[in-house]
């Protein structure tokens, strides 16, 4: 019995609706195709399902790139499985490889090597999707059912948005101008959670942990920012500022890291955050974030950011993520609320117009009430 080509049976699959179901609800990683040429026609084939609603017919996929079409021989599930085994059989086991490496090299890195490659390769390989038919009613009320006992998702940092929305769902974006306040805006939402009682761990890629745990003792205790700046505090902030710390500790937990430069994509600070029983993870700032070891703002390239991004709304599914983003130059002078297009790499960052990656309510960066759209300079301690 000839052995199965597994990337070309999955060429096979591509016509068929019912295949791109299983695909995205098994979360299908294209990584897992080991085949350049099947790679490229599988997103070609993905953008088209994308921009026409349904995916290219065989007679489409044979006229443009001239491969053969038959009947696949297998269940689509099964060929993921299959696929997946056939990784950890090649890639998966170099990639172990390297653990062992790093502990032979050095033991107390062991963790900074394996910890992000076993991520990796549980979302990969492990990670399964749902999928809903006809006569899943039932179940998809009991989900309805579990989402109402839960409550609302994690504070944004204000009540009424907070009401509006339903507290944090997926992704959201905090997206002001440079020097708006968009950093004590996070950290005024990081003190709303752990008042909440939910431990809240905010990343300050652009300041220093120390000065933003500062920023949060200072807000949490309503002393004024500009006394610490001026070495001004005395023994009644001093007290203050501890009172604060032991209220804040008795509420809630809290977290604010800053990790070593090449330890700061998305998946480092998710995972990091996710492995000490975190609610809600806060990244100031997205351009910071890492991606192949450089920061997105030296990239500059659209497509990084797309890509950190997209990782970050599947990642949301279990946890919800919120950014600090600056909008671009144009802003500059505005006297009206900018748009979203206006953010900084705007292409990428639309991706998120809708910000929620799930949840009922999708509308965050289209809100234009003036009672929710809030001057974060507001929150600022002065």
Request: overall charge negative; some cysteine.
């Amino acid at each position: 019995m000839a052995a199965l080509d597994y990337p070309l049976e999955l060429y096979f699959h591509l016509p068929d609706p019912e295949a791109w179901v299983e695909l995205r609800s098994e979360g299908f990683n294209p990584s897992l195709i080991r085949d350049e040429d099947i790679t490229e026609i599988y997103e070609w084939a993905a953008e088209h399902l994308r921009d026409h609603g349904v995916p290219p017919t065989a007679a489409v996929l044979e006229d443009e790139f001239d491969i053969e079409w038959a009947e696949p021989q297998t269940a689509i599930g099964d060929l993921i499985e299959r696929m997946r085994a056939d990784y950890m059989r090649h890639e998966g086991r170099e990639r172990i490889k390297k653990i062992g490496q790093q502990f032979q090299e050095d033991p107390m890195l062991v963790a900074n090597v394996g910890l992000p490659i076993m991520r990796e390769l549980k979302d990969m390989l492990g990670r399964k999707g749902e999928t809903f038919r006809s006569g899943d009613f039932d179940r998809t009320w009991a989900g309805y059912e579990h989402e109402k006992e839960a409550g609302p998702g994690p504070s944004l940092g204000d009540p009424v948005l907070d009401d509006f929305f339903g507290g944090q769902r997926g992704i959201t974006i905090y997206l002001g101008a440079p020097k708006a306040g968009k950093s004590w805006y996070i950290v005024k939402a990081t003190i709303s959670n752990i008042r909440q009682g939910k431990h809240a761990f905010l990343y300050p890629l652009e300041l220093p942990a120390e000065e933003t745990h500062r920023r949060l003792l200072h807000m949490a205790a309503d002393v004024p920012w500009w006394k610490y700046i001026k070495h001004a505090l005395g023994k009644a902030e001093q007290e203050a500022l501890q009172l604060a710390s032991e209220e804040l500790d008795g509420m809630g937990a809290y977290s604010v890291a800053q990790p070593p430069e090449g330890e700061r994509s998305i998946d480092d600070l998710v995972g990091k955050a996710a492995d000490a029983g975190a609610d809600c993870v806060f990244i100031d700032q997205l351009q910071y974030v890492e991606y192949d070891g450089k920061p997105l703002g030296d990239w500059g390239e659209t497509g990084k950011f797309w890509a950190v991004l997209s990782r970050a709304r599947t990642l949301s599914r279990d946890i919800p993520i919120a950014f600090a983003h600056p909008f671009n130059r144009s802003v500059r002078g505005m006297d009206e609320m900018p748009d979203a297009e206006q953010a900084k790499n705007s292409s990428a960052t639309k991706l998120l117009r809708w910000c929620s990656a799930s949840g009922p309510r999708r509308r965050c960066a289209r809100v234009r009430s003036s009672r929710l759209v809030r001057s974060p300079r507001a929150t600022t301690p002065t």
